[in-house]
């Protein structure tokens, strides 16, 4: 069955980085674009950026362009997620979702990973 | 325009049919997908496009869409359905995606 496997909880301090990654099995990986989302504690859902993993090719969200990064690791199916110059608000579960690359939808879901940002 | 509007809070009496709202301009362009998300759980995909339910979301979820409206029907609400529901899509380039703001759904 599908499923995204994401890295455990982090805590970072402002102005470091954080780097999650989501490791996709049972299915072809190089397939479906995995997109990342974040919710803030007791917020809604934001949308960050996508990546194709068989491209390469990336997309950002306005708000996170130049602060975030969209990598992948072929040979072992994972996506990383890098968020740079971190911030009190950048506290969040991480999540990542995958999507067919053509009708926009996620049909499954990482478990999350929370990012705590404190000094 | 890159918004997606939906209403905070909808409540429904059990049993009842209840409808969830998302507006924007994009949603002319492009269709709505629908997630659920319980407190402490990921979201969960209950509609995509056009009105289809993955398996195992049972058949009182549908979903409809008109100009810049997407709607989310449940018909004969039960309490298990008592969540957020957030509505996506493309913004009005297609590159990007968008979230509504979330509508917590009461079962009474």
């Known amino acids: 069955q599908v499923q995204l496997v994401q890295s455990g909880a982090e805590v970072k301090k402002p102005g470091a980085s954080v780097k999650i990654s989501c490791k996709a099995s049972?299915?072809?990986?190089?397939?479906?674009?995995l997109h990342w989302v974040r919710q803030a504690p007791g917020q809604g859902l934001e949308w960050m950026g996508w990546i194709n993993p068989h491209s390469g090719d990336t997309n950002y969200a306005q708000k996170f362009q130049g602060r975030v990064s969209l990598t992948r690791d072929m040979s072992i199916s994972t996506v990383y997620m890098d968020l740079t110059r971190l911030r009190f608000d950048d506290t969040a579960v991480y999540y990542c979702a995958r999507d067919d690359g053509n009708n926009w939808y996620y049909d499954s879901w990482g478990q999350g990973t929370l990012v705590t940002v404190s000094s | 325009s890159s918004e997606l509007t939906q209403d905070p809070t909808v409540s429904v009496a059990l049993g009842q049919t209840v409808r969830i709202t998302c507006q924007g301009d994009s949603l002319r362009m492009y269709f709505a997908s629908w997630y659920q998300q319980k407190p402490g759980q990921a979201p969960i995909l209950v509609i995509y496009p056009k009105n289809n339910r993955p398996s195992g979301i049972p058949d009182r979820f549908s979903a409809s869409g008109s100009g810049n409206t997407a709607s989310l029907t449940i018909t004969g609400a039960q309490a298990e359905d008592e969540a957020d529901y957030y509505c996506?899509?493309?913004?009005?380039?297609?590159?990007?995606?968008?979230f509504g703001g979330g509508t917590k759904l009461t079962v009474l």
């Open positions: 049972g299915y072809i990986f190089s397939a479906y674009y």
């Open positions: 996506n899509s493309r913004d009005s380039s297609g590159n990007l995606g968008i």
